[in-house]
């Protein structure tokens, strides 16, 4: 059976390990093996026998309990405190149409915009603001950074007209790096929004830092510096891929050891070759229980039962199916 899932998913198996990155169209990745396929009657056909009616059926695909987790693919992610414009700045750059609200966590999805400059197209990422103690599950928490963890780079947006922008980006900084070092790592540039408030003109009067741009959303002074600035970083930035760490190859079924024991009821047999021989006979069919009794003896599961103490007659229990054991 074939899942489509949209670009970007990735899946991970009962423990948060990594089995999959979908992460480009036409990716595949087989997340549970299907069964065996029966071997069909020809396989059975002999001088005796020249239209036999006994067939194999096939056996149960694994099963496996896997979550699949859609991260966007953007080039950019916009990062920052609430309030400090990231939708604002989408909306401005992008023909996204986000919500824009003058109070913390306007954003609680995160949306994406393709901005274009100098004839690149570029992906920006929005998601909600992050407080400090994210990490700690503050505010909306840190989960929606999951969203930029494959951006190739980040935007880090500030209230220019804040009383503390630099602590801003130092707290959001902070909450990046407890997410992910990885992440932290990024290459990013910074913008101080709002540059049409007085307080953000005087900061910038003040700065002289490299790879931050002054900019507002509302009136569009700096966007144009800013989107080179960012074009920039994205084309030479290599596109981060999961830690290959983190990728883990899928087990194969482990084959168990057959048990026998000996119950009230009867003997019951345990072993997954055994279930998995019963789950593939067709008893029914002409020849299906001779056949059925021959493999049994080739795995040994006679000798097993002889061992245990079974006599002709007895009820011997495979996989919940009754058999009267006659040797
Ligand atoms: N004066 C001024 N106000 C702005 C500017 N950019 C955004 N704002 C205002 O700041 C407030 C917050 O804007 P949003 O774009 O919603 O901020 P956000 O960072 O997305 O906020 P959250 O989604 O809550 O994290 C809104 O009232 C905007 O109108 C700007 O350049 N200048
Ligand atoms: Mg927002």
Do not use: C
Not at 85 to 90: D, F, H, I, P, V
Not at 103 to 127: C, K, M, N, Q, S
Not at 210 to 234: C, D, H, I, N, Q
């Amino acid at each position: 059976m074939t899942v489509v899932v949209p670009v970007g998913t990735i899946a991970l198996d009962a423990d948060g390990a990594l089995i999959a990155d979908l992460d480009r169209p036409d990716a595949t990745a087989v997340v549970a093996h299907g069964g065996v396929g029966g071997r069909g009657n020809v396989h059975f056909k002999s001088s005796r026998r020249r239209a036999p009616d006994y067939s194999e059926p096939g056996l149960k695909g694994e099963e496996r309990e896997i979550t699949l987790d859609l991260k966007l693919i953007a080039d950019a992610g916009l990062v920052g405190p609430p309030n400090a414009g990231k939708s604002s700045l989408l909306a401005a750059l992008t023909a996204a149409r986000p919500k824009v609200g003058d109070y913390p966590f306007t954003t609680l999805d995160p949306e994406l915009g393709v901005a274009e400059a100098g004839g690149t197209r570029v992906v920006l990422a929005d998601i909600p603001g992050l407080i400090e103690g994210a990490a700690q599950g503050k505010g909306l928490g840190q989960r929606f950074l999951r969203h930029v963890e494959r951006t190739k780079a980040l935007v880090y947006v500030l209230d220019g007209s804040a009383s503390e922008p630099w602590q801003d980006l130092e707290t959001v900084r902070q909450e990046v790096t407890q997410f992910s070092v990885h992440l932290a790592e990024r290459p990013y540039v910074v913008a101080v929004n709002k540059l049409d408030l007085e307080p953000a003109r005087a900061l910038r009067a003040k700065t002289r830092k490299r790879g931050v741009y002054f900019v507002s959303a509302l009136t569009g002074e700096g966007l144009p510096e800013l989107m080179g600035a960012v074009v920039k970083l994205v084309g030479s930035a290599p596109a981060p891929r999961l830690p290959a760490s983190a990728v883990t190859r899928l087990p194969l079924r482990r084959r168990s050891e057959m048990v026998v024991e000996k119950k009230p009821l009867g003997f019951v047999v345990h072993g997954e070759r055994v279930e998995r021989l019963l789950e593939r006979t067709n008893l029914d069919s002409e020849g299906g229980l001779e056949r059925f009794q021959s493999d049994l003896d080739r795995l040994g599961v006679n000798e097993a039962l002889e061992a245990a103490g079974v006599r002709p007659g007895d009820t011997v229990l495979i996989a919940g199916v009754e058999f009267e054991y006659q040797p």
